[in-house]
T-cell receptor
Framework: EDKVVQSPLSLVVHEGDTVTLNCSYE??????LLWYKQEKKAPTFLFML????IEKKSGRLSSILDKKELFSILNITATQTGDSAVYLC????????????FGTGTSLTVIP | NAGVMQNPRHLVRRRGQEARLRCSPM?????VYWYRQLPEEGLKFMVY????????ESGMPKERFSAEFPKEGPSILRIQQVVRGDSAAYFC???????????FGSGTRLTVV
């Protein structure tokens, strides 16, 4: 059964801390892994990863994929209160069409 | 708990036909959200419903799209007279109340030929 598991489920840190969020997956016919920041109504797209070992970076956020060990990490450095959100990981698989499998998310709270 | 169930997983429609996408929320969840994912664009909010009520449809196209969440049964996203540009993955999420996290379904892939 295809699945995506995120850890930890929740995390509370102080401003300025660095956090690492984990996403492991068991998905056949893997195509890509996506990270979203979920706030209010609509998740915000962060990264799409398709190749192992290539870090993607956007400001204080970065992410990398390991297709051998079947996981990805999302790093946030120098956290700010605006980083407080649920971070979702999703894996895209290719069957007759494309299927997406979502993790349940990691809830991050950044305390001033 | 079976989670959020969406069906069908894949739907192929010819231009001009109607598409009906179904979403059964998790047990105990009365809030349903629909999203559309276009290639390389991430998830776009479409509509937020509670039982029998549309709370926020600010992301819904003005024509051809409608959504409902009846007292009994699943939430339905209906697209009339589909066009090629409607081809996308449509996701449903549910939550027990405002301020709680969402649980996503696996999506319905709509292909318009």
């Amino acid at each position: 059964e295809d699945k995506v598991v995120q850890s930890p489920l929740s995390l509370v840190v102080h401003e300025g801390d660095t956090v690492t969020l984990n996403c492991s997956y068991e998905v056949t016919n893997f195509r890509s892994l996506l990270w979203y920041k979920q706030e209010k109504k609509a998740p915000t797209f962060l990264f799409m990863l398709t190749s192992s070992g290539i870090e993607k970076k956007s400001g204080r956020l970065s992410s990398i994929l390991d297709k051998k060990e079947l996981f990805s990490i999302l790093n946030i450095t120098a956290t700010q209160t605006g980083d407080s959100a649920v971070y979702l990981c999703a894996v895209e698989a290719v069957y007759t069409g494309n299927q997406f499998y979502f993790g349940t998310g990691t809830s991050l709270t950044v305390i001033p | 708990n079976a989670g959020v169930m969406q069906n069908p997983r894949h739907l192929v429609r010819r231009r001009g036909q109607e598409a009906r996408l179904r979403c059964s929320p998790m047990k105990g969840h009365s809030h349903v959200y629909w999203y559309r994912q276009l290639p390389e664009e991430g998830l776009k909010f479409m509509v937020y419903l509670q039982k029998e009520n549309i709370i926020d449809e600010s992301g819904m196209p003005k024509e051809r799209f409608s959504a409902e969440f009846p007292k009994e049964g699943p939430s339905i996203l209906r697209i009339q007279q589909v066009v090629r540009g409607d081809s996308a993955a449509y996701f449903c999420a549910s939550s027990p109340d405002v301020g709680y996290g969402y649980t996503f379904g696996s999506g319905t892939r709509l292909t318009v030929v």
